[in-house]
T-cell receptor
Framework: QKEVEQDPGPLSVPEGAIVSLNCTYSNSAFQYFMWYRQYSRKGPELLMYTYSSGNKEDGRFTAQVDKSSKYISLFIRDSQPSDSATYLCAMSEGRDDKIIFGKGTRLHILP | DAGITQSPRHKVTETGTPVTLRCHQTENHRYMYWYRQDPGHGLRLIHYSYGVKDTDKGEVSDGYSVSRSKTEDFLLTLESATSSQTSVYFC????????????FGSGTRLTVV
C-alpha cells in the first residue's frame, strides 16, 4: 500500500459546480496536511494548510481532515475555469523536513 | 516564484553529456530539494540538502549528483544524461520540518535526445 493515494483523474465538472478532491493515507503519524495547486507548466503552489483534524476554509476552498479514516478532502465551491489545474495533496509528520506528496488529480472546469 | 529561481527554464541536450541545473533562493531557507515530475509518477525526490555541504539522497538519486557550497545555491548535475532523464525538474525550499510546507520554483524542462 502506497503511503498516499490520490485518484489521478482527470475530473471534469461544469462551471459553478462543487468540486471534491480526496486523498487517503496510511501513516497515522501524519499531523500536517496540505493541498498544492499546479497550473500547466508551472511549479506547485501551496493552496491550503491544515493541522490535525477538522476543517479549514479560505474563500471558495475548504480543506477537511478525518484522521480516524485517514482521509483528506479539498472542496471548491462555485468552481471557475481558472480553477482548472492539477491538485496535489501532501502531508507530513512534522518532526523532520519530509513531506509526502500524492501524485495529483487533474481538474478541468468546463465553461 | 518569489524567492526561488531555476535556470535554465528549458534545455535540450544529447545523450551522454553532463548537464547542470541551478536553483537559487533569496529566502535564506536551510532546506533545499530537487524533484523530478513525470506523468504517472508524480513528484519524486532526487536529492535534498539541509545546509551548506550537507546533502542526502532521495528515492531516485541514481545518475544524479548535487552540490551546495552556499546557502542560496543548490546545483543538480546529471553526470551522463540519458533519455530516461527527460523530465521536468523542480527545486523546492523549506524553513525546515514538514509543518511549514515547501515553496517550489517554476521548473526546468529537460529533454535528452
Amino acid at each position: 500500500q502506497k503511503e498516499v493515494e490520490q485518484d489521478p483523474g482527470p475530473l471534469s465538472v461544469p462551471e459553478g459546480a462543487i468540486v471534491s478532491l480526496n486523498c487517503t493515507y496510511s501513516n497515522s503519524a501524519f499531523q500536517y496536511f496540505m493541498w498544492y495547486r499546479q497550473y500547466s507548466r508551472k511549479g506547485p503552489e501551496l493552496l491550503m494548510y491544515t493541522y490535525s483534524s477538522g476543517n479549514k476554509e479560505d474563500g471558495r476552498f475548504t480543506a477537511q481532515v478525518d484522521k480516524s479514516s485517514k482521509y483528506i478532502s479539498l472542496f471548491i465551491r462555485d468552481s471557475q475555469p481558472s480553477d482548472s489545474a492539477t491538485y496535489l495533496c501532501a502531508m507530513s509528520e512534522g518532526r523532520d523536513d519530509k513531506i509526502i506528496f500524492g501524485k495529483g488529480t487533474r481538474l478541468h472546469i468546463l465553461p | 516564484d518569489a524567492g526561488i529561481t531555476q535556470s535554465p527554464r528549458h534545455k535540450v541536450t544529447e545523450t551522454g553529456t553532463p548537464v547542470t541545473l541551478r536553483c537559487h533562493q533569496t529566502e535564506n531557507h536551510r532546506y533545499m530539494y530537487w524533484y523530478r515530475q513525470d506523468p504517472g509518477h508524480g513528484l519524486r525526490l532526487i536529492h535534498y540538502s539541509y545546509g551548506v555541504k550537507d546533502t542526502d539522497k532521495g528515492e531516485v538519486s541514481d545518475g544524479y549528483s548535487v552540490s551546495r557550497s552556499k546557502t542560496e545555491d543548490f546545483l543538480l548535475t546529471l553526470e551522463s544524461a540519458t533519455s530516461s532523464q527527460t523530465s521536468v525538474y523542480f527545486c523546492a525550499i523549506s524553513k525546515g520540518t514538514g509543518r511549514y510546507g515547501y515553496t517550489f520554483g517554476s521548473g526546468t524542462r529537460l529533454t535528452v535526445v
